[in-house]
């Protein structure tokens, strides 16, 4: 699986758009970029995926760039409960498990 | 999201002991469920991923005498650690998957943590 890196820490205000960063520079054409978040002692939520089109649902939105190698986790409108470590994995298509990187720890500010 | 439940949510166990934490999808049928291995400050580690009815695969360096995954049906995995030691104390989180490619969604269980004593 190709690997991803991410900044280890970030803040944001209450309010603003919290725009989370993930490289993986090494991603191959049939691999999906996943984003899932840990809020402290629960188990991982799930936020969005894609494969090169940018994607949008309820929690936020998802911005891969042309040539795959980085994309972008939008969170519109950032809210104190949007506090956690936010991980993005590439899971290759067909394959099963995802393998979870070291994450950036979010932290909204009020 | 799809919902998955782990039993318990907290167990305390004397070394050399063992314990059983069940992981249940409630409303999918998961065609393969995930255990992973959470320590304080730490990302997770993926353990093993099991099919219903067959043996689990466990990723490298994860003892399968230790960690007996049973994958009974397809809402219903168990994750036995037996002769548990101080330094098997960690947050156990399981995750159930349905789907393929583009429709492919992994969810995971609240995490049940681990104190032997």
């Known amino acids: 699986d190709a690997k991803t890196t991410q900044p280890p820490s970030m803040d944001c205000a209450e309010g603003r758009a919290a725009n989370l960063p993930c490289n993986h520079s090494?991603?191959?054409?049939?691999?999906?970029v996943y984003w899932y978040r840990q809020i402290h002692s629960q188990g991982p939520q799930y936020i969005i995926h894609g494969l090169k089109n940018n994607e949008t649902n309820e929690m936020a939105s998802l911005i891969i760039t042309e040539d795959r190698k980085s994309s972008t986790l939008i969170l519109p409108h950032a809210t104190l409960r949007d506090t956690a470590v936010y991980y993005c994995?590439?899971?290759?298509?067909?394959?099963?498990?995802?393998?979870f990187g070291q994450g950036t720890r979010l932290t909204i500010n009020p | 999201g799809a919902v998955v439940s782990q039993h318990p949510s907290r167990v305390i166990c004397k070394s050399g002991t063992s314990v059983k934490i069940e992981c249940r999808s409630l409303?999918?049928?998961?065609?393969?469920m995930f255990w992973y291995r959470q320590f304080p400050k730490k990302s997770l580690m993926l353990m093993a991923t099991s099919n219903e009815g067959s043996k689990a695969t466990y990723e490298q360096g994860v003892e399968k005498d230790k960690f007996l995954i049973n994958h009974a049906s397809l809402t219903l995995s168990t994750l036995t650690v037996t002769s548990a030691h101080p330094e098997d104390s960690s947050f156990y989180i399981c995750s159930g998957s349905t789907g393929t490619g583009d429709a492919y969604e992994q969810y995971f269980g609240p995490g049940t943590r681990l104190t032997v004593t």
């Open positions: 090494t991603i191959s054409g049939n691999e999906y």
């Open positions: 409303d999918f049928q998961a065609t393969t």
């Open positions: 994995i590439v899971r290759v298509a067909g394959a099963q498990k995802l393998v």
